[in-house]
């Protein structure tokens, strides 16, 4: 079974940084998309950044030019640089790998999340 294990979240003050990297146990270029997600208490799960196995990388426009996601095949990871954090980007952040089955359906596997805090 696949499994995702995220990690980096922390405490972090705003204007900050944190890197997050999510460690696959297949190869993540097995993935069609490698992607972060926030959710906050109350929230559905929303889509932060993803890497697609071909194309550009494409970020919610709250992140847009703050955060950069990167798969690294050295350490078999997807990664998130975030910058500039501001307490907004508050909440759980899970890691997402999706692929497509040749039926045309979608199948998704999630890691456990990681809490990162911004505040002074």
């Known amino acids: 079974q696949v499994q995702l294990v995220e990690s980096g979240g922390g405490l972090v003050q705003p204007g900050g940084s944190l890197r997050l990297s999510c460690s696959v146990s297949e190869s993540i270029f097995s993935f069609d998309v490698l992607g972060w997600y926030l959710q906050v208490p109350g929230n559905q799960r929303e889509l932060v950044a993803a890497s697609p196995r071909w194309g550009s990388s494409r970020y919610s426009d709250s992140v847009q030019g703050r955060f950069v996601i990167s798969r690294d095949r050295a350490k078999n990871t997807v990664d998130l640089q975030m910058n500039s954090l501001k307490p907004e980007d508050t909440g759980v952040y899970y890691c997402?790998?999706?692929?497509?089955?040749?039926?045309?359906?979608?199948?998704?596997?999630w890691g456990q999340g990681t809490q990162v805090t911004v505040s002074s």
């Open positions: 997402n790998g999706e692929r497509m089955m040749p039926s045309g359906s979608k199948v998704d596997v």
